[in-house]
């Protein structure tokens, strides 16, 4: 079956320290997995893909597949950082839905 | 950029009627998808359409259909709305991404 477990509801860091949002997965086969932010009152967007190992506003993410985890990470949280958090995967073909975790709120405090 | 477009942000409705929940998108693609998304629940997947005329049920169909009659619109139909259906409602189209329109947040009174 697939499944995102990320594991916190919410996460309150302060502004400087550094941030990882828990992502595990499980899935038959190899997946591609994803990092969607929600920022207030936008729309769901698109952060990071593992495929591409790029880092967006500073955050990082690698794909661990002996432990199923695609954890996102940040050295140093922003104030503009706080927002809603999604980890999501589906399959390599590309034509499945995503499935998605049940979403982590960072907020940072100043 | 790919353009997801849901027709309204904001709607009430009345229990029993029949709803529907627009969306369109510019950029030719063949893959869409209606969410739902409530607190604590994370996004659920409701239908899915891979081409014109194609659906998908995808997690929690119960109480909603759709209907794909043209590639860049997709539609939800809430047969006979429910108080628990009040949600946010989330439209997405994708190729090598897949990319979100803006919500309808939905109240059924």
């Known amino acids: 079956a697939q499944r995102v477990t990320q594991p916190e509801k919410l996460l309150s860091v302060f502004k400087g320290a550094p941030v990882e949002l828990k992502c595990n997965y499980s899935?038959?086969?190899?997946?591609?997995l994803f990092w969607y932010v929600q920022y207030s009152r936008q729309r769901l967007q698109l952060l990071l893909r593992?495929?591409s190992r790029e880092s967006i506003k500073g955050f990082t993410a690698d794909l661990n597949k002996g432990e199923t985890s695609f954890h996102l990470k940040k050295p140093f949280a922003q104030e503009e950082d706080s927002a809603m958090y999604y980890c999501?995967?589906?399959?390599?073909?590309?034509?499945?839905?995503?499935?998605f975790g049940k979403g982590t709120r960072l907020s940072v405090i100043a | 950029d790919v353009k997801v477009t849901q027709s309204s942000r904001y709607l009430v409705k009345r229990t029993g009627e029949k709803v529907f929940l627009e969306c369109v998108q510019d950029?030719?693609?063949?893959?869409m998808f209606w969410y739902r998304q409530d607190p604590g629940l994370g996004l659920r997947l409701i239908y899915f359409?891979?081409?014109?005329?194609?659906?998908e049920k995808g997690d929690i169909p119960e109480g909603y259909s759709v209907s794909r009659e043209k590639k860049e619109r997709f539609s939800l139909i809430l047969e006979s709305a429910s108080t628990n259906q009040t949600s946010m409602y989330l439209c997405?189209?994708?190729?090598?991404?897949?990319?979100f329109g803006d919500g309808t947040r939905l109240s059924i009174l």
């Open positions: 997405a189209s994708s190729s090598a991404t897949v990319d």
């Open positions: 899935y038959s086969g190899s997946p591609e």
């Open positions: 593992h495929i």
């Open positions: 999501a995967l589906r399959s390599w073909a590309g034509n499945t839905p995503l499935v």
């Open positions: 950029m030719d693609h063949e893959n």
């Open positions: 359409s891979y081409d014109v005329k194609m659906k």
